[in-house]
């Protein structure tokens, strides 16, 4: 995104259902122009005045602060569970959801199975209408049981009944969002951005994006049809994205989702050098935790509490902050099952750095190298791979 988008992308309403004949338009002025669609959109909204608390995510404008939802069922009915250590009720989850729409939160990512029930049930009553939905397709897990067959599915039939079924969990009838996670070796990303070129036509998925995807997929995705949305690890830990997706983005006008932005709550200041983690807790696995790794990588945490210090702010705060402050069409999704912890995320929107700062603050960043790889071996594998060609 060049300058003059950025402005005139921040000014622009959250999205808003088009009519067909206005969509087709304004499709096809988009195509001629080599843009993404929802920048025409924004230009025309340009004279509106902007509320300081939103920012453009791709064809979106909302709350700078997401709330990620990626629960699963623990032990007894009624228990939830994180990837990590936290844990609630289903209860208090949804009770969470609604706070965080309450709060102002406009953007809320979630992804099969339990958690999509959970956010749907939670936004009944109307508050559907306030957020921007956004769930993900790409492993293969029957649609209808959630058993997980093993290994990735997108193909264009399957795309289309786990949609079907998202909207039955998510009590909706529409999703705004939907990534591919992850891209599956076998479909051509051409097929994939047809079918959901296809279901945005039909009126059930309104955007799509891609979770950790090539850069040669994200191109031919998007030149197939427009990819609103890039979400890939990104924060102070894991600065992988810099050098080439986030570039890539400001090119095509793609907005961009950094998960595990308080880096699996490292950067919130919960994990000290004698941390140990067991599985379930996915951090068990992760390099960068492991015991030879995390006593040197402690040199980053000690530099967001003094920089949390310096500004009045808590370290998950400083690290949220710094995300959005990198580019204007980055909204991160900091996940949590605690009610305090989401009123301190949600505030961080407030929490800016002068020029200067963020100066300074970038090379203290790059000073600290980080050790341990970021995922698993066999997570990471999935990560970064380009969809076969389309014959
Ligand atoms: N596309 C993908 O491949 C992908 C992969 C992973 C995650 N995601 C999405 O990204 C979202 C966020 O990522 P994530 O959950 O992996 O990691 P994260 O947001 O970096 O960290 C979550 C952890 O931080 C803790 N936490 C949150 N706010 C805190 C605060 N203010 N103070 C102290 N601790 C805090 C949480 O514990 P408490 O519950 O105790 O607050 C939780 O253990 C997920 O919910 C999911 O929607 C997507």
Same mark, same amino acid.
């Given at each position: 995104m060049k300058s003059t988008t950025s402005k005139v992308a921040a000014a622009a309403p959250m999205t808003r259902r088009i009519e067909r004949p206005e969509r087709r338009r304004w499709l096809a002025a988009a195509a001629t122009l080599g843009v993404a669609p929802w920048l025409l959109g924004a230009a025309a909204a340009s004279a509106a005045p902007s509320a300081t608390a939103r920012r453009r995510l791709g064809p979106f404008e909302v709350y700078p602060i997401g709330l990620g939802v990626q629960w699963h069922p623990g032990a007894g009915p009624q228990a939830v569970l994180d990837q990590y250590a936290s844990s609630t009720t289903r209860e208090q989850g949804i009770a969470l959801i609604r706070r965080a729409v309450d709060l102002g939160v406009m953007l809320f990512d979630t992804a099969p199975f339990m958690s999509e029930t959970l956010v749907g049930e939670a936004l009944q009553?109307?508050?559907?209408?306030r957020v921007v939905l956004c769930s993900k397709f790409g492993? =293969?897990?029957?649609? !209808?049981?959630?058993q997980f067959r093993g290994g990735f599915n997108s193909r264009p039939d399957h795309i289309r009944q786990v949609v079907d079924a998202q909207l039955r969990r998510l009590r909706?009838?529409?999703?705004d969002l939907l990534y591919q996670h992850r891209v599956d070796p076998n479909v051509p990303i051409e097929d994939v951005a047809g079918t959901l070129k296809e279901l945005a036509r039909q009126g059930k998925v309104l955007h799509y994006g891609l979770s950790e995807p090539g850069l040669q997929t994200i191109r031919r995705a998007h030149k197939e049809y427009p990819v609103a949305v890039i979400e890939s690890e990104y924060s102070m830990l894991y600065r992988?994205?810099?050098?080439?997706v986030l570039p890539l983005c400001e090119e095509l006008g793609i907005g961009f989702v950094p998960w595990s932005p308080l880096g699996m709550g490292f950067l919130a200041g919960?994990?000290?050098?004698?941390s140990r983690f067991r599985s379930? =807790?996915?951090?068990? !696995?992760?390099p960068r935790f492991a015991p030879d790794a995390l006593p040197a990588n402690m040199a980053l945490v000690e530099l967001v509490k003094t920089w949390a210090a310096r500004k009045n702010a808590t370290p998950a705060q400083i690290s949220l902050a710094w995300l959005t402050a990198q580019k204007p069409w980055i909204v991160p999704i900091p996940g949590t099952t605690n009610v305090a912890h989401l009123q301190e995320n949600v505030a961080s929107a407030s929490v800016t750095f002068s020029a200067a700062e963020l100066k300074e603050l970038n090379a203290a960043v790059a000073d600290i190298p980080i050790r341990g790889?970021?995922?698993?071996p066999d997570v990471l594998a999935a990560t970064g791979v380009e969809a076969p060609p389309k014959r």
């Open positions: 009553g109307g508050l559907r209408e492993f =293969d897990i029957d649609p !209808a049981t959630g909706t009838d529409r999703i992988g994205v810099e050098a080439q919960t994990i000290n050098a004698t379930p =807790d996915f951090r068990a !696995a992760v790889a970021r995922l698993p």
